[in-house]
């Protein structure tokens, strides 16, 4: 892959450059903010690896400025601000996901590898069906009975792992870890609350409900059985 690098520590910018190179990726490093965000709109690539406190401009504007220029680049943080607010801000900017320092170097791969699982997923598999109900991944739209569906980020996220794994159970566990980037379960009722918003979308206005709640468990997704 092409990988954009903005890392401005010199040393961690060459490990992570090195270490990309030799597993045959082609890595660009800058070390500015401002130059991050020309280098992002203005060339093709892959994958931007961005640090939250670059100098000129910080990578959360960064992302931000690259989200609200409709750019769908997948973006992973790698910095050093690590408290669970800071990672639900990245996140919720539209970062693909989020690591924090120190890190281990076969982590980051693992990360990259996930993002890029993902994209070849949804590149594959553009309309994803359960019973009435469509979910186009390509212009994230969601149409039950000929009916749009508006869907806020985190909600259209939520809808796609439950209709790739329709007739499954989707824990509320395999939620926090794939939606919000939480490898722990910490005392929320974030998924509980999405959850609320997302049936009152797409199961409410219809006869057939579609979004099951196994109990103590998770969620599955079917129509009539």
Known sequence: MKILLAEDDTKIADYIVAGLSEHGHNVDH????????????????DLAILDRMLPGMDGLSVLKALRASKKSLPVLFLTALGQVDDRVEGLAAGSDDYLTKPFHFSELMARIEAIVRRKTETRSEPVLTVHDLTLDLLSRTATRQGSVIELHNKEFNILEILMRNAGRVVTRTLLLERVWNFNFEPNTTVVETHMSRLR???????????????RNTGYSMHGPR
Request: glycine share 4%.
């Open 30 to 45: 800058v070390a500015d903010g401002r130059d991050a965000l020309s280098y992002c709109l203005y060339n093709d690539c």
């Open 200 to 214: 009152a979308k797409i199961d409410k206005p219809f006869d057939t409900p579609l979004i099951h709640t196994i």
